[in-house]
């Protein structure tokens, strides 16, 4: 058994997935125009005619001539508007509406408790509702095919972090200290509209030792266990978070013992997940467009 004051992160440094850089998704882009090239290469390749005469020798080398530098003019071009186009997004610093994102390991504390709500403060075994920040999350999903992207209609969106005082609902942790099995508060999946649209109403989340401020995710295709599924987890600005933790019930708890940086799951692509909360009345709103790109 840990210690409660010993630093552990209850295999969630355990990292899957690969993350993709601005290269790899310009690259990505650029994968129609690729594939073309890859294409004519293999038909030039392939001819493997035997003339009959002299004549249709000398006709055949000047039209494979011909043909060859077409080819060769075609692939030219096409290689330079690939080029062009990848160089003018990356020098303007534009990509996709949706960002494939990197996927993070899903950590011990996911439940599949199907509670199908888009407010998840409330816990349905006694209707207690959770104190804390208000925290309204808007999330836009779209999958990446052939480099564009496309609302994902009827996807099923789970989320499930801690409260205020870093308590996961439904779980025993001997390590961190508590058993709270039976309990479903911040937990929940809704499912997204025809645009990719899915929004959830919860609070900001606390923190417990050995992670920094995180909310866990997953985006299924169904509740089926074989569905298909991409689980990441969601990042919050230091200052944002120690601004809140300053007030009730957070400060309760102290001073938070590790911030973004020390966090190795953050390490890993944190920073291409990171929420932007904006203050709307007495909370927060936070909107983010979850691209993934289904295997």
Same mark, same amino acid.
């Given at each position: ?7 552990? /992160? ?102 599949? /408790? ?16 959770? /104190? ?147 203050? /709307? ?15």
């Amino acid at each position: 058994m840990k210690a409660k004051n010993q630093l552990v /992160e209850h295999d969630d440094d355990i990292p899957i997935g690969r993350v993709l850089t601005r290269r790899d998704m310009l690259t990505m882009l650029a994968g129609t125009s690729t594939t073309i090239l890859l294409a004519a290469c293999g038909a030039t390749q392939s001819s493997s005619a035997q003339p009959a005469t002299a004549a249709a020798t000398v006709a055949q080398t000047t039209s494979a001539a011909t043909t060859s530098a077409a080819t060769t003019a075609a692939m030219t071009s096409a290689a330079t508007t690939a080029a062009a186009t990848t160089a003018a997004a990356s020098n303007s610093g534009t990509l996709p509406t949706c960002v494939v994102l990197p996927e993070l390991t899903e950590g011990p504390y996911f439940v599949d /408790e199907k509670l199908n709500r888009s407010d998840i403060r409330s816990d349905p075994s006694d209707n207690s509702v959770k /104190e804390g920040t208000l925290l309204k999350l808007v999330f836009n999903v779209s999958q990446v095919t052939s480099g564009a992207c496309a609302a994902y209609a009827g996807a099923y969106v789970d989320i499930w972090h801690c409260d205020a005082l870093g308590t996961y609902s439904d779980v025993v942790d001997n390590g961190v200290g508590f058993n709270t099995k039976g309990k479903k508060f911040l937990r929940g999946y809704h499912v997204t509209d025809a645009n990719g649209k899915v929004e959830f109403t919860t609070i900001y989340p606390g923190w417990y030792q050995g992670r920094t401020v995180h909310i866990h995710f997953k985006v299924r295709s169904s509740l089926d266990t074989k569905a298909y599924t991409f689980t990441s987890q969601f990042f919050f600005d230091d200052a944002t978070s120690d601004q809140i933790f300053t007030q009730a019930p957070y400060a309760s708890k102290g001073t938070r013992t590790l911030k973004n940086s020390g966090d190795s799951i953050y390490r890993n692509g944190g920073s291409q997940l990171l929420l932007k909360p904006v203050k /709307e009345g007495n909370g927060y709103t936070a909107t983010f467009n979850i691209g993934i790109q289904k295997a």
